[in-house]
RNA sequence: UCCUCGGUAGCUCAGCGGUAGAGCAUGCGGCUGUUAACCGCAGGGUCGUAGGUUCGAAUCCUACCCGGGGAGCCA
């Protein structure tokens, strides 16, 4: 197909020819005669100026009256400038006004959360989502290319469910015509049938968990990948899990390096993302969590954030010093740094509140428990890569678990955890094959056997060794990211009390 | 469910018993190369809601509503 404008993208292959550019104003700039149009396409950034001198009137009137996110038909003359975003700006001949947009809400400036949640369909538009969003595509995209290049088949598991499988406290209820529905919350036991039909399938959908979460690293509506592989024991799912990450992250810096750069992402931690990831055992890392070497590790942390503490409060003393004598445009700058001084100050102030508290929970902490999230952030600082966690307690694993031939008392699960205290994206292991162990299960976890009836059915007819896992998308792209929170990685997030926009 | 912080102009915040403030946004004016441009002027408010204390409440107290952060649980 033939477009009748070019691509802010695609500029490079225009440089000295005159195209037309459509989209949105992002920001203005002016004097007398002159223009600079800050025109954003969802493909990049692009300034335009327009010349009083050199353009009709009405495109004159039309670069005068745009107001912010103005929508826009600018055509002229693309020129190298080293100094533009995207390297290029364009010589305008000619602008056209497609819609004058009213005054709108979020502005050059910064915004709380809460009304940038309110108003999440405009705040898509700025360039810290475009980029997060872009992330999010790339890491897409890899998934998909990761299975499909071996040979794994994309198949989607049901969301509306009718019995509820690990108790009904998290899970979303609904009628279902005279019965109750459920959505799902994980499309694992689904995935096992299709990889009994198929061999080797990987789910891609949304999962809904009722959990009453508040913070960073939940939504009630979130994206899971799930690959479900006959054959496979719980060392190639490690190491399939493993070449999956490694493959995303080399993706993401290879083709997002300028979204990366928006975000101000540190990419030296996601370079080093590479195989082979430290594998421990549970035990191992009950071991790591409990040892001298963690508490040196934390002593350590905590002199170091004392001194940066130190560092930004003379920084202030100084910036108040010169406070008085600085001009005006001086005094914005100092304001906004004195924004950035005072939110890191609560961010560490936080963390060396936390820290005793973290090492105090490892000291406790006893062999058959899960780790809380401060455990798995302590184990996580000892590596500078992503690990996996496996050979868990079965107690406080899923029912369908395998349990190690070697130790009845463990469990064939694995965990990857990302490193900078990201923590789990990914979750699973080696399934059941027996069906009487499997009906001790269901009984011993109190959970209904009617509904497992179809399920006990696969280790009826070809039972086979089989494993898969579950990533969580959100997560994942926050990692990558490097953001505080995942809420902003998915394009309109769903939390305990927000269902709008 | 629990702990904690907050709700003042369209936005971000200051004011914390005595006449409601700043920056940004908006409007008008100025400036021919700006980079969150800059300079000048102007409009813009039931200080979350309801009670209470007080001569006087944005400010103190109580309750409720809404939101942020965290815990548990998890991807």
Redesign the pocket.
Known sequence: MTLDHTYISELAASEGKTVTLKGWLH????????Y?L?LRDGTGLC?C?V???EVDDASWTAAD?A??ESALAVTGLV?A?E???GGF?L?VTRAELIHQAE???????????????NHRHLWLRSRRQWAIMRVRNRVIMSIHGFFQEQGFIQMDAPILTGNAVEGTS?LFEMDYFDTKAYLT??GQLHGEAMAMAMGRIYTFGP?F?A??????????E?W?IEPEMAFYDLAMTMQLAEEMLVRIVADALRDCSEELEVLGRDTAPLERATGPFPRLTYTEAVDLLKSDDTRRMVTEKMAALTDEQDALAAERTDNKARYGQA???EK??M??RE?DIQTRLTDIE?QLR?LPRWQA?ADAFEWG????????TLITWHYDRPIIVHRFPQE?K?FYMKRDPDNDRLALGM??LAPEGY??????GERATDLAFLQRQVKEHGLPEEVFTWYFDLRRYGSVPHSGY??????TVTWICGL????ETIPFPR????LYP
């Open positions: 920001n203005k700039r002016g004097s007398k005669g002159l600079f800050i300034q100026v010349n009083e001198g009256s107001t912010q020129r400038d100094r533009q975003v700006e010589q005054e709108y809400p979020i502005t050059p400036k910064e915004h709380g959360i809460d009304f940038l949640m998290t919350q994980s999962t968990r959990e009453k979460s508040k913070t960073r690293r939940h939504l009630t979130f899971m001009k005006k445009w914005r700058k304001d906004a924004i936080e936390n929970s428990s899960d780790f809380g999230g401060s455990d798995e406080f899923a965990d990857v923590g789990e994206i990914v979750g699973g579950g990533l969580g998308l959100e997560r505080h929170h995942l809420r939390t305990l009390d927000r």
